[in-house]
């Protein structure tokens, strides 16, 4: 499988031919471009991505620059597949938000599995606050959590759409972490019994009694059979070989394979309801 380490590799290994091919050493196109030499190396070895200006540079100190417009097109494939949250969100929450609705217009059928959390278009506004929050005081960048909030709760108008197919699967862990307050998830948990009940919708949910077949490592959206979309603290990763497209596929089938549907899904949000609400009224009662 393809991923985004062989990829910045591949394109070292083009860089590393333009320069043999000008018959220059590491160190004089280092020197011809100002750069210290070890720039040259990692970037030959795929240990540091090249900008778009880092690629000009070395096609013209190449005399190669018929292979500019190619290398680009490389390296901008190659920043889609994985995009720091740090440069995606410098900015604010919001335009992010605004990128992921005009991907969402695009696409038809959704299918997501997450094992930590509510997926964005389920969540109430509140929820959705908590989680903005959580990333503006780790990547520590500017406070704009009303407008992205508005902008989520703007984007789950896409769930009232006819043309529109969604399958959700998640955890029963997901309903149970404390990522928000408990009167929030309450109102998450009433969310997510509504949703249910769409016709375009499918929710299920694993429950903790339940054998997996397939570990739930992480969340993952598939986007028609068109894209993968991965979150790590770091970044977001957008999956679009074939071969990754059908492992993430399969690995959807077989997690949606073993969740609970219908009123059993429904049981297992009541189960984790009473629950909460049992642990918050023997909180208040404790005072």
């Not at 969604?166 to 990522?179: C, D, G, P, S």
Request: with cysteine.
């Amino acid at each position: 499988m393809t991923t985004v380490h062989e990829a910045r590799t591949a394109l070292g290994k083009r860089l590393r031919k333009l320069r043999q091919a000008a018959a220059l050493s590491g160190r004089q196109l280092a020197e011809s471009l100002s750069w210290p030499a070890s720039k040259i190396s990692k970037l030959e070895n795929g240990r540091q991505t090249p900008t778009d200006d880092d690629v000009r540079g070395w096609t013209r100190a190449t005399n190669s620059a018929s292979e500019t417009e190619a290398l680009l097109a490389s390296l901008h494939t190659l920043e889609l597949q994985h995009t720091e949250w740090q440069r995606q969100i410098r900015t604010g929450l919001r335009q992010h938000q605004a990128e992921i609705a005009e991907l969402n217009a695009k696409t038809r059928l959704f299918r997501a599995f997450e094992s930590t959390f509510i997926p964005g278009l389920l969540q109430t506004a509140e929820y959705a606050r908590a989680r903005f929050a959580q990333s503006i005081h780790v990547f520590n960048v500017p406070n704009d959590v009303d407008e992205a909030v508005n902008a989520r709760v703007r984007r789950q108008e896409i769930l009232y759409r006819s043309d529109k197919q969604f399958h959700f699967v998640l955890t029963e862990a997901a309903l149970r972490y404390r990522l928000c307050a408990p009167d929030v998830m309450l109102g998450q948990f009433d969310r997510l019994v509504s949703v249910s009940a769409l016709p375009n919708v499918r929710l299920g949910i694993i429950g903790f009694e339940t054998p997996y077949v397939v570990a739930p490592a992480h969340g993952f959206w598939l986007l028609d059979d068109d894209r993968v979309m991965v979150e790590t603290f770091s970044a977001e990763l957008n999956l679009a070989q074939p071969q990754e497209i059908a492992l993430y596929r399969m690995i959807f089938d077989q997690l949606a394979g073993v969740a609970s549907y219908g009123r059993a899904a429904r049981a297992i949000i009541t189960r984790a309801v009473d629950d909460l609400a049992t642990e918050v009224s023997n909180e208040s009662g404790s005072f």
